[in-house]
């Protein structure tokens, strides 16, 4: 097993944790005991953006989740940006409890990147793949396999963040990107993969093996 230097709370975040901790002095100043609320809405926001370390699997094709939450959706369907090639297709939703930071699924390199502005529909919903703001990055592994991982804006979300781009090599487990406040990763694998989770299954970001091309 392998890990990265994660740092623990999402940089994404920190602006954000700040404000609410003024917050939360200001009320206490004012109301004391009453400023309660305003403590728990820190605590949320610290929660929410945190971003813990974890271990990636060092075997062979593995492929780890990009994205901490609940496996919603598993079948094979069209590929929306490999014309003409049908995919195995596993969808993640994320919701507000969970590790927001997006996870490179498998090493390779960064042969494009698209991004799409979209609605806002509840990121559990199947609709929210095509029709939801969405920015998709597409890997090729050494040995040739495509893989694409989206990142998909949901009810709440209004940000997605993504720090890689065509002609980048980037590593298993890696950390590339981040949606702010719930949403939902799609992966497109080739048919036949061999997978690793169930519908319904739940999963941690860059620990968990979704699939692996070497079984």
Not at 120 to 135: G, H
Request: net charge neutral; glycine share 10%; with cysteine.
């Amino acid at each position: 097993m392998s890990s990265f230097d994660y740092p623990i709370l999402a940089r994404e975040g920190r602006v954000h944790l700040i404000l609410a901790a003024i917050a939360g002095i200001f009320s206490t100043w004012l109301w004391g005991w009453w400023s309660l609320p305003v403590w728990l809405l820190v605590l949320f926001v610290f929660q929410f953006f945190r971003d813990p370390k974890r271990q990636i699997s060092e075997q062979p094709g593995a492929i780890v989740a990009p994205a901490s939450g609940q496996v919603v959706f598993i079948g094979e369907t069209g590929n929306p940006y490999l014309e003409g090639v049908t995919s195995l297709k596993v969808s993640i939703f994320m919701n507000v409890f969970s590790v927001h930071s997006n996870l490179v699924p498998i090493g390779g390199e960064i042969r494009d990147c698209w991004y799409h502005a979209g609605k806002f529909f509840n990121a559990a919903l199947d609709k929210a793949s095509s029709e939801n703001e969405r920015n998709a990055i597409w890997i090729r592994t050494p040995e040739g396999e495509d893989v694409i991982s989206i990142q998909i804006a949901g009810l709440v979300a209004r940000r997605i963040l993504s720090y890689v781009k065509k002609g980048d090599q980037v590593q298993t487990g890696q950390r590339y990107g981040f949606i702010r406040f719930g949403s939902r990763v799609d992966l497109y694998l080739p048919v036949g993969t061999p997978l690793n989770v169930n519908m319904g299954q739940w999963v941690t970001s860059g620990n968990d093996v979704v699939a692996n091309f070497s079984r």
